[in-house]
């Protein structure tokens, strides 16, 4: 499967994004999906997960409350609401696509390009 992100920007703290990530191939109702993040100088870290149907969510503790993931299996994406941006949330975010839930890289066995969010005080 490829995937393709979309959706970053500029945005002052306290504003929103609604981060897209589009899937090609046949196979997409078969992955679990993720988020997540990397900004400079830093490792890749885990933002969000959903499972296959959608059923199970997992959220790191930084983002829950502010941050609501979907997808839609149909039409094959994925789709981050990003409210209440604080500067910290600043990175380069990646999709991801692999055969088990979780939240760690290892996970997932397909990325996206990243989409940079970037969040100003």
């Known amino acids: 499967v490829q995937l393709q992100a979309s959706g970053g920007g500029l945005v002052q703290a306290g504003g929103s994004l609604r981060l897209s990530c589009g899937a090609s191939?046949?196979?997409?109702?078969?992955?679990?999906m993720g988020w997540f993040r990397q900004a400079p100088g830093k490792e890749r870290e885990f933002v969000v997960a959903?499972?296959?149907?959608?059923?199970?969510?997992d959220y790191a503790d930084s983002v829950k409350g502010r941050l609501t993931i979907s997808r839609d299996n149909a039409r094959k994406t994925m789709t981050l609401q990003m409210n209440s941006l604080k500067p910290e949330d600043t990175a380069d975010y990646y999709c991801?696509?692999?055969?088990?839930?979780?939240?760690?890289?290892?996970?997932?066995?397909?990325w996206g390009q990243g989409t940079l969010v970037t969040v100003s005080s």
């Open positions: 991801a696509a692999g055969p088990r839930f979780g939240a760690t890289v290892a996970s997932y066995d397909y």
């Open positions: 959903i499972s296959r149907t959608g059923v199970s969510i």
């Open positions: 191939g046949r196979t997409f109702s078969s992955y679990a």
